[in-house]
């Protein structure tokens, strides 16, 4: 299985923002840690970060004929971004939500997400846990079926 994995905006500053909040693991070591489960699933893993909205559809689009499944961390864009809904629905690509923090514990803005009803699984509050267990998922759950 082919799994892309895409963070949106700010996470290029992991380590870095609020480490209280979202740890000190950064980006770098994140996506190491990722690649290194996927391995050891089996699997091919593409990893992306982008802090624009159009560049993420964009990426969707160029590899969704390579990707299997579809692991997001939508970030701000997860409570507004119609864009990025629409491009996973219109693509059907298997797709799994993961967050770092627990966004329904946070501001009540943060509980809202757009891209939940296109998502198969959430995995959200257990840092870059959460991507893992996303990455799990993904191969145990989710076979190429395309709408």
Same mark, same amino acid.
Request: net charge positive; glycine share 8%; charged share 20%.
């Given at each position: 299985?082919?799994?892309?994995?895409?963070?949106?905006?700010?996470?290029?500053?992991?380590?870095?923002?609020? %480490? *209280?909040? &979202?740890?000190?693991?950064?980006?770098?070591?994140? $996506? +190491?840690?990722?690649?290194?489960?996927?391995? !050891?699933?089996?699997?091919?893993?593409?990893?992306?970060?982008?802090?624009?909205?159009?560049?993420?559809?964009?990426?969707?689009?160029?590899?969704?004929?390579?990707?299997?499944?579809?692991?997001?961390? %939508? *970030?701000? &864009?997860?409570?507004?971004?119609?864009?990025?809904? $629409? +491009?996973?629905?219109?693509?059907?690509?298997? !797709?799994?939500?993961?967050?770092?923090?627990?966004i329904s514990k946070r501001e009540p803005f943060r509980k809202i997400s757009v891209i939940r009803p296109v998502c198969a699984a959430r995995f959200?509050?257990?840092?870059?846990?959460?991507?893992?267990?996303?990455?799990?998922?993904?191969?145990?759950?989710?076979?190429?079926?395309?709408?």
């Open positions: 299985m082919n799994i892309l994995v895409i963070h949106g905006p700010n996470l290029h500053l992991l380590g870095k923002r609020e %480490p *209280a909040l &979202y740890g000190r693991t950064t980006l770098k070591q994140l $996506d +190491a840690m990722l690649k290194a489960r996927a391995k !050891a699933l089996g699997a091919g893993l593409r990893c992306f970060q982008s802090n624009c909205e159009g560049r993420i559809i964009d990426l969707l689009t160029a590899n969704a004929g390579w990707a299997q499944a579809l692991v997001i961390n %939508p *970030a701000a &864009y997860t409570h507004y971004s119609y864009a990025i809904r $629409d +491009a996973i629905k219109a693509l059907g690509l298997p !797709a799994v939500e993961v967050h770092l923090t627990d959200k509050g257990e840092g870059p846990g959460s991507y893992l267990k996303a990455l799990d998922y993904c191969v145990k759950n989710l076979k190429l079926v395309r709408k």
